[in-house]
């Protein structure tokens, strides 16, 4: 007898400088791009795997490279924003916000024509209750989804008591769904145990937990909805420079970080995998 429930899950990847990160904005300046690469090597894989994915582009990074983001879109992955600079929401404000949107709307469509854009992530998934009036301007944009949320409070982000599931999402209040929302959320994936959260869909938790755990985790979730992985090109380069950092930044931003790609591979061959918008369907 065939499996019962096998979700098709979301695969996104950040198209960010390593040097956009949160961790490294304050203590080094801006020098030579290493987005080309890295991004390459992902797109290699994906084709490997025949997987289709959702690429949350930074602004500045497809004004910079406009034949990186047209190799992207022939290769048939899904374009969406990750706005302009890579600027947390609560420091730009709503009309800072509205102007990035724009701004990067224009910049995409530049290189790529009249596309629809429907997806949004807020960098340093900077969107919570504090700063849920990005919900309203996305709406007025006619973005389709966001994938902003983190479920699980830590050091540099998260909002705890937010739905696990994909929801729709209203400005009053991010923890609750309403199903007549236009927007939908979908929440980075998180294993929930009694009511403890762990986080384990990418970045540094995907460099941090053991892949065999982290396969376990991710096929229980698969029983009940889809999951969705993130995952940086700068995670991805052997030639990511080594800047001094303090030590817990240095331990999230280099920890374990040759084993993204192949961990990247052992998700490919045991997991379904596409682009957010086929997922939700929108």
Same mark, same amino acid.
């Given at each position: 007898?065939?499996?019962?429930?096998?979700?098709?899950?979301?695969?996104?990847?950040?198209?960010?400088?390593?040097?956009?990160?949160?961790?490294?904005?304050?203590?080094?300046?801006?020098?030579?791009?290493? !987005?080309?690469? &890295?991004?390459?090597?992902?797109?290699?894989?994906? #084709?490997?795997? #025949?997987?289709?994915?959702? =690429?949350?582009?930074?602004?500045?990074?497809?004004?910079?490279?406009?034949?990186?983001?047209?190799? %992207? *879109? /022939?290769?048939? *992955?899904?374009?969406?924003? *990750?706005?302009?600079?890579?600027?947390?929401?609560?420091?730009?404000? +709503?009309?800072?916000? /509205?102007?990035?949107?724009?701004?990067?709307?224009?910049?995409?469509?530049?290189?790529?024509?009249? $596309?629809?854009?429907?997806? =949004?992530?807020?960098?340093?998934?900077?969107?919570?209750?504090?700063?849920?009036?990005?919900?309203?301007?996305?709406?007025?944009?006619? !973005?389709?989804?966001?994938?902003?949320?983190? +479920?699980?409070?830590?050091?540099?982000?998260?909002?705890?008591?937010?739905?696990?599931?994909?929801?729709?999402?209203?400005?009053? #209040? %991010?923890?609750?769904?309403?199903?007549?929302?236009?927007?939908?959320?979908? +929440?980075?994936?998180?294993?929930?145990?009694?009511?403890? /959260?762990? &986080?384990?869909?990418?970045?540094?938790?995907?460099?941090? !937990?053991?892949?065999?755990?982290?396969?376990?985790?991710?096929?229980?979730?698969?029983?009940?909805?889809?999951?969705? $992985?993130? %995952?940086?090109?700068?995670?991805?380069?052997?030639?990511?420079?080594? $800047?001094?950092?303090?030590?817990?930044?240095?331990?999230?931003?280099?920890?374990?970080?040759?084993?993204?790609?192949?961990?990247?591979?052992?998700?490919?061959? #045991?997991?379904?995998?596409?682009?957010?918008?086929?997922?939700?369907?929108?």
């Amino acid at each position: 007898m065939g499996k019962l429930f096998e979700p098709v899950n979301a695969l996104s990847i950040d198209l960010e400088e390593w040097y956009q990160t949160e961790l490294m904005k304050d203590v080094y300046t801006p020098k030579d791009s290493l !987005i080309e690469h &890295p991004t390459e090597i992902l797109l290699n894989i994906l #084709n490997k795997y #025949n997987t289709r994915a959702t =690429f949350f582009i930074v602004g500045e990074v497809a004004k910079n490279n406009p034949e990186l983001i047209k190799l %992207i *879109h /022939r290769e048939k *992955h899904e374009i969406a924003i *990750h706005g302009f600079t890579h600027s947390r929401l609560e420091d730009i404000g +709503p009309e800072g916000f /509205r102007h990035e949107l724009m701004e990067c709307k224009n910049v995409l469509r530049k290189i790529l024509g009249d $596309i629809e854009i429907k997806g =949004f992530r807020a960098p340093s998934f900077s969107l919570n209750q504090n700063t849920n009036w990005a919900i309203d301007i996305l709406k007025e944009f006619q !973005i389709k989804y966001d994938s902003s949320l983190f +479920p699980a409070k830590n050091y540099l982000y998260g909002t705890n008591g937010i739905p696990l599931n994909i929801y729709g999402i209203n400005s009053d #209040n %991010i923890k609750v769904a309403d199903v007549k929302s236009s927007l939908k959320e979908f +929440p980075i994936t998180a294993f929930e145990f009694w009511r403890f /959260r762990f &986080p384990i869909s990418g970045g540094f938790f995907l460099r941090l !937990i053991p892949i065999r755990i982290q396969t376990m985790f991710l096929k229980l979730i698969n029983k009940q909805r889809p999951f969705i $992985i993130y %995952i940086h090109p700068w995670e991805c380069s052997q030639d990511t420079p080594k $800047i001094k950092l303090n030590c817990f930044s240095s331990f999230i931003f280099y920890y374990n970080i040759k084993s993204s790609l192949s961990k990247l591979e052992i998700l490919l061959k #045991n997991f379904k995998f596409d682009r957010i918008d086929n997922v939700l369907g929108v």
